[in-house]
């Protein structure tokens, strides 16, 4: 069944100077130029609204809009679900999405607001006084003892070091290209931050940036062998994944190419099926195993890691994770992107991260098992703001990722499943990765981190907070606006006025 | 303090001038000036005519040239003698000059075979000099029909500057071919019919008989009636100095690399001389702009005690006549493989001898034909570069990664 | 000495440089107005290899510049390492485009050569090029000889 275009090419012909560098810059192959008419032509119905022909423009003369071309309104069957239908009608398979859910469901961020000093307890000039973004990731002791010199008695669990509560999650090397990876080991080397590998391995060039990265092993074990275990600064084990808690990974083989295929230790060519759990985890105890298995492996020098994805009972999963050995817990919401999941999984399944977060941190503060584990939020973290109330809400830190995407290029089309990433992220299209330039890329996530980071600082400062650790599980530093008592009562602050 | 002496006020003279300058700030340098003109464009006389350029314009360096580089100029002035083995020069004027390096850039005069009658034409002229051209400027209406002999460089530059000047143009040459010492035939003729095609007439293949006043015969026996008479046969390396003083010299001042003559501390540079033509193997007089320069530029450097050398020289013309330009360079020995690409406006000709690019000819074609000038000055191995492209379009890209990471990468 | 230098590892082959080198030195400060309808000139010229790498090439502001030698009207000229062109008095000879090893020195869509002066004659102040790549991939810079 043919459809009209989802998006129209809007093309000024007064101001097209017949450069083609729409045609050349466009892997979807909407434009071309006709030497006949000496005019540039689109196909609209290969256009993703990735925006790139419309940035490149030199004169402005191309827009791309939303069809308005629909069919008959109706509140209950939108357009998009009959199309889906449609589509499903034809081809009988599952439908495939990218990115994070985009579906209008609550964003309890844009809920939630933040306190100021006034009068009574001074704020804090960012500017003129010391102001503490650094973190420590990794199990702390419940008390400590000293030597008669005044040093430290108790042994410390090993910790990873944040100059700023934010890290780049995980996104493998074959879901986005080499030079993406790139860009994030180097800003996170700049910043003192962290990045993760994903489920993709090492690639060989990437080690000298080890002190900077977490090393992952999930369901599949692709790339994972002992110089990858020990080239980290932390071992992540993923149980779940934000956008597609539940399911497993799936590389297709069509990706999994040269460097690709040899980081991840699979036959080139050959699909890369991570399966939906660990065969070897059905229990916290087996969990225990293997993080201890992973300890034992790096001599217990490194944290590990235990991702999971927001679900119903997270609470309660969290609190067996703290009890496993992990040092740190990573919860992925449900708005967290992805480089291909099934549609129906990533905008149905899971919970939102602030509901999540909120739950978990309280949870192990009444069990009293907090400081068992530092708490990473993901999935769906925006600014310096939602940094700032996840933080109150009880996390240590934050992943981003969409926003690291975002901060190299990505326009958030929602296409990586294509392959066809025009802007050179999630693409192992050679033609099309070197569209990211690293110097370029980590420059522009570095210059996003310090942003946040005066960001975080003049919020903090406002509360009259000077520290991270100030900061965190400070909820009255927090009010909703529009929320109900119960998703008052999850979240644990008040409402704004009271 | 070094005494440097250049007799001719050239381009090769300018290009002496630099070189020194660039080794020895200090020594004196006196230029003898035949013409009382400071250092022009020869080539630019025609454009002068079009009105594409002004005396002023046609100078070849800034007002302060002479100055800023502390050069003495005796315009007007003449060798008369020179002597190299007690290094004096002696001047028309009986004045003497000692000198510790000399360098001859007397360049060529035109040369005009004996014809019957010529002293019976009253408007005849050389085009040459900007005196020639003046005089030339000054003679023509816009009822003259003028007729010139001689259909190479000067003779059709001459017919292009006047062709907006006057009512007619007759241009005559022995040779059966317009251009005819760097063109072949096919291109000759498209350059013909498109020279034809605005509004010039050619007598080819002929020479002429006789001239009475302002009519000439041809020996085939065509006649033409004239007003102004344009004499660009050709021109004769201006070697008698040296010569005279015991130099070699066979059609020009023989030099070698450095811009040596055989005479010790004698330099010479420019149309005067014949040197070694690398694209054939053979000496010969290439009077070149270009050329003129690079010898001159060479000459000064080694008269001042530093080391150069122009060991790469080879024949290459730039000319294009009412819109049509021709590229030319190198040589096309005998039994050279050629590349040919043709159609109604272009052609595209290149020769091609062991494994080297020797020339081409290139009407219609300019654009970076740079490209392959190089490949004939540096003697690159076509096995070592994407020729099938090259022929196609000159590009680095055929040039190998190696080449272009040197040009491109780095300083040059 | 800065000259421009090309990133291959970074050029997309857009030819982006070649449209903002053409409207830097069009005197127009509309690009449409300066391009729209018209065949561009630029002195700078995308070049794809067999392998489909691509990259600019443009004046290299030689040491020892040939075209500045050979031109036969005193037009070229080197000055504080950057080779100009003295558009009154070029006749449009071409030779310059004759010698270029780089074919770097152009005609421009009148019959006169022209060629990179590095922006510094219009009114951009520095290199288009450079500064309209959207990768990085040409860059203006001090570097030595290549290795």
Same mark, same amino acid.
């Given at each position: 069944m043919?459809?009209?275009?989802?998006?129209?090419?809007?093309?000024?012909?007064?101001?097209?100077?017949?450069?083609?560098?729409?045609?050349?810059?466009?892997?979807?192959?909407?434009?071309?130029?006709?030497?006949d008419g000496k005019v540039m032509l689109s196909d609209e119905s290969k256009c993703v609204n990735c925006q790139r022909c419309v940035t490149l423009c030199p004169t402005r003369a191309l827009k791309i809009v939303k069809s308005d071309c629909r069919l008959r309104e109706n509140a209950n069957y939108s357009d998009q679900t009959i199309k889906e239908i449609y589509r499903q009608a034809e081809t009988g398979g599952v439908l495939l999405s990218s990115m994070g859910n985009p579906n209008p469901l609550p964003v309890y961020?844009?809920?939630?607001? &933040?306190?100021?000093?006034?009068?009574?307890?001074?704020?804090?000039?960012?500017?003129?006084?010391?102001?503490?973004?650094?973190?420590?990731?990794?199990?702390?002791?419940?008390? &400590?003892?000293?030597?008669?010199?005044?040093?430290?008695?108790?042994?410390?669990?090993?910790?990873?070091?944040?100059?700023?509560?934010?890290?780049?999650?995980?996104?493998?090397?074959?879901?986005?290209?080499?030079?993406?990876?790139?860009?994030?080991?180097?800003?996170?080397?700049?910043?003192?931050?962290?990045?993760?590998?994903?489920?993709?391995?090492?690639?060989?060039?990437?080690?000298?940036?080890?002190?900077?990265?977490?090393?992952?092993v999930a369901s599949g074990r692709f790339g994972v062998h002992k110089d990858y275990l020990e080239a980290g600064a932390a071992i992540e084990i993923k149980m779940g994944q934000g956008a597609k808690p539940g399911i497993g990974g799936h590389l297709p083989g069509t990706k999994a190419v040269g460097d690709v295929s040899k980081t991840r230790m699979i036959p080139e060519g050959s699909d890369a099926i991570?399966?939906?759990?660990?065969?070897?985890?059905?229990?916290?105890?087996?969990?225990?195993?293997?993080?201890?298995?992973?300890?034992?492996?790096?001599?217990?020098?490194?944290?590990?890691?235990?991702?999971?994805?927001?679900?119903?009972?997270?609470?309660?999963?969290?609190?067996?994770?703290?009890?496993?050995?992990?040092?740190?817990?990573?919860?992925?919401?449900?708005?967290?992107?992805?480089?291909?999941?099934?549609?129906?999984?990533?905008?149905?399944?899971? &919970?939102?991260?602030?509901? @999540?977060?909120?739950?978990?941190?309280?949870?192990?503060?009444?069990?009293?098992?907090?400081?068992?584990?530092?708490?990473?939020?993901?999935?769906?973290?925006?600014?310096?703001?939602?940094?700032?109330?996840?933080?109150?809400?009880?996390?240590?830190?934050?992943?981003?990722?969409?926003?690291?995407?975002?901060?190299?290029?990505?326009?958030?089309?929602?296409?990586?499943?294509?392959?066809?990433?025009?802007?050179?992220?999630?693409?192992?299209?050679?033609?099309?990765?070197?569209?990211?330039?690293?110097?370029?890329?980590?420059?522009?996530?570095?210059?996003?981190?310090?942003?946040?980071?005066?960001?975080?600082?003049?919020?903090?400062?406002?509360?009259?907070?000077?520290?991270?650790? @100030?900061?965190?599980?400070?909820?009255?530093?927090?009010?909703?606006?529009?929320?109900?008592?119960?998703?008052?009562?999850?979240?644990?602050?008040?409402?704004?006025?009271? | 303090m070094k005494q440097y002496v250049i007799i001719g006020n050239g381009v090769a003279a300018a290009g002496c001038i630099e070189g020194i300058r660039s080794v020895d700030a200090a020594g004196s340098i006196t230029v003898i000036s035949a013409e009382k003109h400071p250092v022009y464009c020869r080539p630019l006389i025609s454009y002068y005519l079009e009105n594409k350029t002004d005396l002023k314009r046609m100078n070849y360096r800034s007002e302060s040239f002479y100055s800023d580089n502390n050069v003495t100029v005796l315009y007007g002035r003449a060798v008369s003698e020179m002597h190299a083995d007690t290094k004096k020069i002696v001047l028309d004027n009986g004045e003497s000059s000692d000198y510790d390096a000399l360098c001859v850039c007397t360049g060529s005069s035109p040369f005009v075979p004996p014809m019957q009658g010529l002293d019976t034409v009253e408007n005849k002229?050389?085009?040459?000099?900007?005196?020639d051209t003046l005089a030339l400027e000054k003679a023509i209406t816009p009822e003259s029909r003028v007729l010139i002999i001689g259909a190479g460089l000067?003779?059709?530059?001459?017919?292009?500057?006047?062709?907006?000047?006057?009512?007619?143009?007759?241009?005559?040459?022995?040779?059966?071919?317009?251009?005819?010492?760097?063109?072949?035939?096919?291109?000759?003729?498209?350059?013909?019919?498109?020279?034809?095609?605005?509004?010039?007439?050619?007598?080819?293949?002929?020479?002429?008989?006789?001239?009475?006043?302002?009519?000439?015969?041809?020996?085939?026996?065509?006649?033409?009636?004239?007003?102004?008479?344009?004499?660009?046969?050709?021109?004769?390396?201006?070697?008698?100095?040296?010569?005279?003083?015991?130099?070699?010299?066979?059609?020009?001042?023989?030099?070698?690399?450095?811009?040596?003559?055989?005479?010790?501390?004698?330099?010479?540079?420019?149309d005067c001389?014949?040197?070694?033509?690398?694209?054939?193997?053979?000496?010969?007089i290439m009077a070149l702009m270009p050329n003129a320069y690079m010898q001159g530029h060479t000459a000064g450097v080694n008269m001042a005690g530093g080391?150069?050398?122009?060991?790469?020289?080879?024949?290459?013309?730039?000319?294009?006549?009412?819109?049509?330009?021709?590229?030319?360079?190198?040589?096309?020995?005998?039994?050279?493989e050629m590349y040919e690409e043709a159609d109604e406006s272009h052609i595209k000709r290149l020769f091609v001898k062991d494994d080297r690019l020797t020339g081409f000819m290139l009407l219609g074609h300019m654009h970076r034909t740079g490209i392959y000038t190089a490949l004939i000055r540096n003697r690159t191995p076509l096995s070592s570069v994407d020729f099938a492209r090259l022929k196609i379009e000159p590009q680095l890209a055929a040039m190998g990664s190696a080449y272009r990471d040197k040009v491109l990468k780095g300083a040059v | 000495m800065k000259r421009i230098y090309v990133k291959e590892e970074w050029c997309l082959g857009c030819h982006l440089c070649e449209y903002n080198c053409a409207f830097a030195n069009s005197g127009m400060t509309d690009m449409v107005k300066a391009l729209r309808g018209k065949t561009i000139y630029p002195r700078i010229q995308v070049e794809q290899d067999e392998n489909g790498v691509t990259y600019a090439v443009s004046c290299r502001h030689c040491n020892d510049p040939i075209c500045v030698k050979s031109c036969i009207a005193g037009a070229l000229s080197k000055k504080d390492g950057v080779i100009e062109i003295d558009h009154s008095k070029c006749v449009g000879c071409l030779t310059c485009v004759l010698v270029c090893p780089y074919g770097a020195v152009v005609e421009d869509g009148s019959g006169v050569a022209q060629k990179c002066e590095l922006c510094m004659k219009n009114a951009c102040g520095a290199p288009a090029c450079v500064k309209g790549c959207p990768n990085g991939a040409i860059v203006y810079e001090e570097r030595g000889e290549a290795e």
């Open positions: 043919n459809f009209y275009p989802e998006f129209e090419v809007v093309r000024n012909d007064s101001r097209c100077i017949r450069c083609r560098v729409c045609e050349r810059q466009c892997a979807n192959e909407v434009h071309w130029y006709d030497e961020w844009d809920r939630i607001l &933040i306190n100021a000093s006034q009068v009574t307890n001074p704020p804090i000039d960012p500017l003129r006084e010391p102001m503490e973004t650094r973190v420590f990731l990794g199990k702390k002791p419940d008390h &400590i003892t000293r030597n008669a010199d005044g040093s430290l008695d108790t042994k410390l669990a090993p910790q990873l070091s944040l100059s700023m509560p934010v890290m780049f999650s995980a996104m493998s090397y074959g879901s986005i290209s080499y030079n993406a990876h790139a860009s994030l080991a180097r800003a996170a080397s700049a910043l003192g931050i962290y990045y993760n590998t994903g489920e993709g391995g090492l690639h060989e060039d990437f080690y000298k940036y080890g002190k900077n990265t977490i090393v992952q991570s399966p939906a759990p660990h065969h070897d985890i059905y229990s916290i105890e087996d969990l225990r195993q293997l993080v201890f298995s992973l300890k034992e492996a790096t001599d217990y020098r490194l944290p590990v890691i235990v991702k999971v994805a927001a679900v119903h009972n997270i609470a309660a999963i969290a609190s067996g994770i703290a009890r496993s050995g992990a040092d740190i817990i990573a919860i992925d919401g449900f708005r967290g992107g992805t480089g291909a999941a099934p549609t129906r999984i990533r905008d149905n399944v899971g &919970i939102p991260i602030e509901l @999540a977060l909120a739950a978990v941190d309280k949870r192990l503060r009444d069990e009293g098992i907090r400081n068992n584990v530092s708490i990473i939020c993901g999935g769906s973290v925006r600014s310096a703001a939602d940094v700032v109330k996840a933080i109150a809400l009880g996390a240590d830190a934050c992943y981003i990722a969409t926003a690291a995407c975002l901060a190299m290029g990505c326009h958030l089309c929602r296409s990586c499943h294509t392959g066809k990433c025009n802007w050179g992220i999630a693409t192992q299209r050679p033609d099309l990765v070197k569209r990211l330039n690293p110097d370029i890329g980590s420059q522009r996530l570095i210059n996003l981190m310090d942003a946040w980071r005066h960001e975080i600082k003049e919020l903090m400062g406002g509360m009259g907070i000077n520290s991270i650790e @100030a900061l965190r599980g400070n909820r009255l530093m927090l009010r909703g606006v529009g929320l109900t008592e119960k998703e008052l009562e999850i979240l644990g602050i008040s409402h704004a006025g009271e | 002229f050389s085009f040459m000099t900007i005196d000067i003779g059709l530059k001459c017919a292009e500057g006047l062709h907006n000047r006057v009512k007619s143009i007759t241009v005559c040459d022995l040779a059966p071919r317009v251009l005819s010492s760097i063109l072949d035939d096919k291109c000759a003729a498209m350059m013909q019919k498109h020279l034809e095609a605005n509004g010039i007439s050619f007598i080819l293949g002929t020479s002429a008989k006789e001239f009475s006043g302002s009519h000439a015969m041809m020996q085939n026996g065509a006649e033409v009636d004239f007003d102004v008479l344009v004499l660009a046969v050709g021109v004769r390396a201006n070697t008698a100095l040296v010569k005279n003083a015991g130099g070699n010299v066979n059609r020009g001042i023989a030099v070698d690399e450095a811009c040596r003559t055989s005479l010790q501390d004698v330099y010479a540079a420019g001389t014949e040197y070694h033509d690398i694209s054939s193997d053979s000496v010969k080391t150069a050398a122009f060991d790469n020289a080879i024949p290459m013309n730039s000319i294009g006549f009412f819109g049509l330009h021709c590229h030319t360079a190198g040589s096309q020995p005998e039994g050279c | -």
